[in-house]
């Protein structure tokens, strides 16, 4: 598969995933590895003309997944 296709099939998988997971799966290392792994194929890929509909789906996971550790992490911050 070409690299467009890659962030593609990637960023939709990773966005229905992290829409979807609980609070406990999302934080497992695995979706780290994986949020970490889609960054760094959006960093080298900076230079490549790509399709914007792939590249949606892969920035806005990395959107809901940012915003569901955030809101987890400040939950956690105010528990008792």
């Not at 966005?15 to 590895?33: D, H």
């Not at 949606?56 to 939950?75: E, N, W």
């Amino acid at each position: 598969a070409n690299v467009s296709d890659r962030i593609g099939t990637t960023g939709h998988t990773f966005e229905m995933v992290a829409t979807a997971m609980s609070q406990e799966e999302l934080t497992q290392p695995w979706m780290r590895k994986a949020a970490d792994q889609l960054c760094t194929l959006l960093g080298n890929t900076k230079d490549i003309p790509l399709d914007v509909g792939g590249l949606y789906h892969a920035c806005h996971g990395l959107f809901v997944y940012q915003q569901r550790i955030d809101d987890s992490a400040r939950q956690a911050s105010v528990k008792p």
